[in-house]
T-cell receptor, first 113, second 114 residues
Framework: EDKVVQSPLSLVVHEGDTVTLNCSYE??????LLWYKQEKKAPTFLFML????IEKKSGRLSSILDKKELSSILNITATQTGDSAIYLC?????????????FGTGTLLAVQP | DGGITQSPKYLFRKEGQNVTLSCEQN?????MYWYRQDPGQGLRLIYY???????QKGDIAEGYSVSREKKESFPLTVTSAQKNPTAFYLC?????????????FGPGTRLTVL
């Protein structure tokens, strides 16, 4: 059965700290790993990592895919209170279909002033 | 502005009633998805549609139904057969085919059964 596991489940840090969120996966035919940020409503897309693009960076956020270890990390440096959110990891394709994503349960990050 | 809209934002339902959640997109995306989000359980796929007039069950389809009569629209009906419908419902869409896995989400509908 395809699955995606995120850790930790929740995390509390202070502004300025650096955090690392983890995502590990088991899927039959891996094609991509995606990170989303969910504040109150819609998850917003952060990064997509594939075999041809294993490292992405945008401002203070960066992500690396380790295909050997079947995992990915999302790093956030110099955290701000606006980084407080649920961070979702998803892997595709999943469940034997070519257009499905398998989501992890998410990591709840709280950044305190 | 291109995007995905969901309505209503909040919905209250009495037990035994069917309700329909709306999802519309103007991104010209072929594929659309419905997810349910409960605390501590991430996103679980209810139904998805890769093309007009076709849809497939996801992992938790029991008690739900959908239709895809137009490319832009993918409404979800929560029937009285759904035993625990109180949840946050998210609709998503993406371009067709295997060129990308990136799904884009609507703002969600929070359904509460009274």
């Amino acid at each position: 059965e395809d699955k995606v596991v995120q850790s930790p489940l929740s995390l509390v840090v202070h502004e300025g700290d650096t955090v690392t969120l983890n995502c590990s996966y088991e899927v039959t035919n891996f094609r991509s790993l995606l990170w989303y940020k969910q504040e109150k409503k819609a998850p917003t897309f952060l990064f997509m990592l594939t075999s041809s693009g294993i490292e992405k960076k945008s401002g203070r956020l960066s992500s690396i895919l380790d295909k050997k270890e079947l995992s990915s990390i999302l790093n956030i440096t110099a955290t701000q209170t606006g980084d407080s959110a649920i961070y979702l990891c998803a892997v595709g394709p999943g469940g034997g279909a070519t257009n499905k994503l398998i989501f992890g349960t998410g990591t709840l990050l709280a950044v305190q002033p | 502005d291109g995007g995905i809209t969901q309505s209503p934002k909040y919905l209250f339902r009495k037990e035994g009633q069917n309700v329909t959640l709306s999802c519309e997109q103007n991104l010209n995306h072929d594929a659309m998805y419905w997810y349910r989000q409960d605390p501590g359980q991430g996103l679980r796929l209810i139904y998805y549609s890769q093309i007009v007039n076709d849809f497939q069950k996801g992992d938790i389809a029991e008690g739900y139904s959908v239709s895809r009569e137009k490319k832009e629209s993918f409404p979800l009906t929560v029937t009285s057969a759904q035993k625990n419908p109180t949840a946050f419902y998210l609709c998503a869409s993406k371009s067709g085919g295997d060129s990308t896995d990136t799904q884009y989400f609507g703002p969600g509908t929070r359904l509460t059964v009274l």
